[in-house]
């Protein structure tokens, strides 16, 4: 596999955010997970916190996870959806690039064996989290609303994702992710 195809790799890949095997990460040694927001957490722009989402947030911090919100989304709309989930966040995160996620890190005290990076976009979430040697997720996106520039991206992702399944990837099922009350 060439260098560009693995920064795309996740080391997992799963349906949502709820088939996450939480206690299979704090058991390696896994400290702070890292999530994107939007089609990862709750669709996009999506202002509220579902009380599912709030539900697998207590599970992760009654395990004695961190939690922090990385998107390149703005910065205040990521901070006001972040006070409302009752965790941190870096809006504007400009992911791939590494700050963000580094910054996130020092924030709480994590190295990078102990961070993992959550989220449903390969050339963002996946690779930056891979460039900086994080433990990464892949999720299914919620639905298909995005904001266009995500939608361009996402036409390169699947011939980007044609490859890794190739590379012996696997894809988890499509459920219907779509959100009732949109």
């Not at 890949?13 to 400290?31: A, E, P």
């Not at 202002?47 to 390149?72: M, R, Y």
Request: charge should be positive; include cysteine; proline fraction near 5%.
């Amino acid at each position: 596999m060439n260098a560009w195809l693995r920064q795309m790799m996740p080391d997992e890949y799963v349906t949502s955010i709820y088939h996450i095997d939480l206690d299979k990460l704090w058991r390696s040694g896994k400290r702070l997970l890292l999530s994107d927001l939007d089609n990862t957490l709750v669709p996009y722009n999506h202002p509220d916190v579902p009380q599912e989402l709030a539900g697998w947030l207590q599970k992760a911090t009654d395990i004695g996870f961190d939690v922090c919100l990385i998107s390149n989304n703005k910065g205040d709309r990521v901070d006001l959806f972040a006070r409302s989930f009752g965790v941190s966040a870096i809006g504007s995160a400009h992911k791939p690039r590494p700050h963000a996620f580094l910054q996130a890190m020092e924030q709480f005290g994590r190295g990078v064996q102990e961070t993992v990076m959550i989220g449903d976009q390969l050339f963002t979430d996946v690779r930056g989290g891979n460039l900086c040697g994080l433990y990464t997720i892949l999720v299914l996106p919620m639905n298909n609303r995005e904001w266009w520039g995500t939608r361009v991206v996402r036409r390169v992702e699947r011939l980007a994702m044609k490859r890794l399944v190739r590379q012996g990837l696997d894809v988890p099922p499509h459920e219907n992710r779509e959100v009732s009350g949109r």
